[in-house]
C-alpha cells in the first residue's frame, strides 16, 4: 500500500472475541501496514465492554464503546448501569454502544430491548457521548428513539450524536437518521455480487456523513467472503466506496477518517498526558 495515502479508520470491530484470542497481536499489525490509524472496538454486554476498554489501554489505536446489545438487552438493570457509567470514564472511550433493537433475532424480548436502549440513549446524553448504533427488523421503533432523542442533545453532541453501523438499505431512513445528527457505518456487504441495491443507496449517501466499518469478525468483504473478517479488510470497503463514490481511494480514506474524529474526538481524553 502507497504510504502517502491518508490513514482509515474501521469504526467497528469486534476485537473482544475469543476468535481473536491467538493472533489480535498479529491482527492489529497487519491493520496498521493496510494504513488503519484508528479501530473502534464496541462492547455488547460487560465483559465485553470491560474488554474494549482494556484493549484501548493495551494498543495506542485502539478506542472502545461501551454498552449492552440488544441481545443482551435482559442483562441490563441499575448494576449494569453504573458499571457502563464507570467504564466510560476510561479517556479512551469514546462512545456508548453497541445499543439498539434486533426483532429479527429477539434474543431478548423486544420490551426489555426498548428499556435497555432508551435507558443507554439517556445514559449517553448524561455522558455527553455519541451512540452506536444496531438495528435489524426493528428499524420504524428504532427511528422513533432516535428522532425523540435527538431533540434533547447537548450542544456538543449536535451533529455528532452517533452511527447508525451497517444497517441502511433505505435510503429514506439513512437521510432522517442524518438529518438527526447520525453518520452512517457503510461495511462489507458493498462488496457483494448481490448487493446492487444497497450499492444505489451508497452512492446517494453524502459523504460527509459515511464512516467505513468491517464490523469483524463478521461481513466479511469479497473477496474474502467465507473467512474470518479482520480489520485490515477495511480496505476492500474503502475500495469499492472509492468507486461508488467516484473518487480516489486517498480521499474515501481522508474524509472518512475525519468523519471518524470529528464524530469521536478520539483525542478529547488524552489531551492532558499527551504532551507530544
Ligand atoms: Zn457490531
Not at 22 to 48: F, N
Not at 84 to 106: Q, T
Not at 138 to 145: S, T
Request: aromatic share 6%; net charge negative; glycine share 4%.
Amino acid at each position: 500500500m502507497n504510504v502517502d495515502l491518508a490513514h482509515l479508520a474501521d469504526t467497528h470491530c469486534h476485537l473482544t472475541l475469543s476468535t481473536f484470542d491467538q493472533d489480535r497481536q498479529q491482527i492489529l499489525t497487519r491493520a496498521k501496514e493496510a494504513g488503519v490509524s484508528h479501530l473502534l472496538v464496541p462492547g455488547v454486554d460487560l465483559p465485553s465492554s470491560r474488554r474494549a476498554v482494556e484493549l484501548s489501554q493495551q494498543y495506542s489505536e485502539v478506542y472502545a464503546a461501551v454498552g449492552i446489545h440488544p441481545h443482551n438487552a435482559k442483562t441490563w438493570n441499575q448494576s449494569t448501569k453504573e458499571e457502563i457509567k464507570e467504564l466510560a470514564r476510561s479517556p479512551k472511550v469514546v462512545a456508548v454502544g453497541e445499543i439498539g433493537l434486533d426483532y429479527y433475532r429477539n434474543l431478548s424480548p423486544p420490551e426489555l430491548q426498548r428499556v435497555a436502549f432508551q435507558g443507554q440513549l439517556d445514559l449517553a446524553l448524561e455522558l455527553e457521548l455519541p451512540v452506536v448504533i444496531h438495528n435489524r427488523d426493528a428499524v420504524e421503533d428504532l427511528m422513533g428513539f432516535l428522532e425523540t432523542w435527538s431533540k434533547k442533545l447537548p450542544p456538543t453532541l449536535i451533529s455528532r450524536a452517533g452511527v447508525l453501523h451497517a444497517n441502511y438499505a433505505d435510503l429514506e431512513v439513512a437521510q432522517k437518521a442524518i438529518e438527526v445528527g447520525f453518520y452512517i457505518g457503510v461495511a462489507g456487504p458493498i462488496t457483494y455480487r448481490n448487493a446492487d441495491a444497497l450499492r444505489r443507496v451508497t452512492a446517494q449517501l453524502p459523504l460527509d456523513r459515511v464512516l467505513l466499518e468491517t464490523d469483524a469478525p463478521y461481513l466479511t468483504p469479497h473477496p474474502k467472503r467465507g473467512k474470518r473478517n479482520e480489520p485490515a479488510y477495511i480496505q476492500l470497503v474503502a475500495q469499492q466506496s472509492a468507486n461508488l463514490f467516484q473518487v480516489s481511494m486517498n480521499t474515501i480514506a481522508a474524509t472518512t477518517t475525519q468523519n471518524a474524529t470529528e464524530l469521536f474526538n478520539w483525542n478529547h481524553g488524552n489531551d492532558n498526558n499527551d504532551i507530544l
